[in-house]
């Protein structure tokens, strides 16, 4: 499996929608040649032009029943990486490389899951599917595409949690707030009106915002946050802008629904008083997971943890993942696989390999189990 894992980290797969972005086709090849050599059959999904998700089934002793597995294929830019990032290396039990944590090394344990039930004849109680899907990390065009007329009983998204079962994570909501003034000559700034000013205003206007959202917390999750990542105004200095813009990121809690937050927020600008602003529509929207633990695959999921000797309590995670759009499908959804967060995305990305092979346990037992 770590070689498995080692040959998919050599494939760039940066998303194509950011710098050096190519498409994940390499990677579906990749897929489709596992399961070719095992005998397990795939399908393509067409996402996008040149971008598809591969969906690889076992059946099951009950058909009516179906577990889904999850991973995404692509990975972010390599931009700020201090190592060769297509050149896996494994060192102190280790491997090393972009993709490696962040989800190659999920993708790789349920590849190797799947070859697990087929190779020893074990036929699993429900249907499996593993769909390894395409632009997870920048608008979840594949998932998206996964969820149409999608039916399951499960699912289980391969993210790194560090071998915990999350059940409950952030959503998010992003959008852009611009400010309006009036342009006029540095020397005679009284002509203008200063679109930076009356941004100051809203700025510190979000920031009581964001102190407000300590007042409620969620057992998993904490607070939900609010952070202005961007801005942008002004020609040049000797300029009175007349324009400027922010965009911003806030995470939500279950229970808040992003339509009914930003609805609420625009509201709110609207009374800042002798300001001229205006919110674009979200550019990003992401709703919370919440899936109870009273489901089956929350139940499952900690029997078979426990009984692996792991760490059985339920976590959340304040990132956002695939799994928040099954769910919505009425899809019971969990967050589970090796690594941790903070090595996505990283200058230095790796996975630690103990896990990977604790990941592969893990997922040839629910899916023995699952019924």
């Not at 993708?107 to 699993?124: G, Q, R």
């Not at 909501?173 to 009106?193: E, N, Y």
Request: charged share 20%; hydrophobic share 45%; glycine share 8%.
């Amino acid at each position: 499996m770590i070689k498995t894992l080692s040959e998919l980290v050599a494939i760039n797969s940066i998303n194509a929608a950011f710098p050096g972005g190519v498409t994940e086709e390499a990677v579906a090849q990749y897929v489709e040649c596992f399961f070719a050599r095992r005998g397990i059959e795939t399908r393509r999904q067409d996402v996008m032009p040149g971008r598809s998700n591969v969906i690889a089934w076992l059946p099951g002793r009950n058909p009516e029943r179906r577990i889904i597995l999850e991973a995404h294929m692509d990975t972010v830019s390599t931009a700020g990486m201090t190592i060769p990032p297509f050149v896996p290396e494994v060192r102190d039990g280790r491997l090393y490389g972009r993709g490696s944590c962040d989800t190659k090394a999920g993708l790789a344990a349920m590849m190797h899951a799947l070859a697990y039930l087929k190779e020893h004849a074990i036929t699993p109680p429900c249907e499996v599917w593993l769909a390894a899907v395409v632009d997870e990390e920048f608008s979840f065009g594949g998932v998206a595409k996964l969820c149409e007329g999608l039916r399951a009983d499960a699912a289980i998204i391969a993210e790194p949690t560090e071998l915990r079962a999350v059940v409950a994570s952030k959503g998010v909501l992003r959008w852009k707030i611009r400010t309006d003034g009036k342009a006029s000559h540095s020397s005679k700034p009284h002509l203008g009106v200063n679109a930076i000013n009356h941004m100051a205003r809203v700025l510190l206007w979000l920031e009581r915002e964001a102190d407000l959202l300590a007042r409620s917390t969620h057992p998993l999750l904490g607070r939900g946050t609010l952070s202005v990542g961007l801005i942008r105004g002004g020609e040049q200095v000797n300029f009175v802008p007349d324009a400027c813009e922010i965009s911003i990121d806030r995470r939500l809690l279950p229970g808040e629904d992003p339509h009914q937050v930003w609805t609420a927020y625009g509201e709110r600008l609207a009374m800042i008083p002798e300001i001229e602003a205006r919110m674009d529509p979200p550019m990003l929207v992401d709703f919370p997971l919440q899936t109870s633990t009273n489901e089956a695959v929350v139940q499952v999921a900690q029997q078979v943890l426990s009984g692996l000797g792991l760490n059985a309590e339920i976590a959340g995670v304040p990132f956002g993942s695939d799994a928040s759009k099954l769910s919505r499908q009425g899809i019971p959804s969990i967050i589970f696989g090796p690594g941790s967060i903070d090595r996505a995305h990283a200058a230095v990305e790796y996975v630690e390999c103990d896990q990977v092979l604790s990941a592969l346990s893990f997922y040839v037992d629910f899916l023995r189990r699952f019924e």
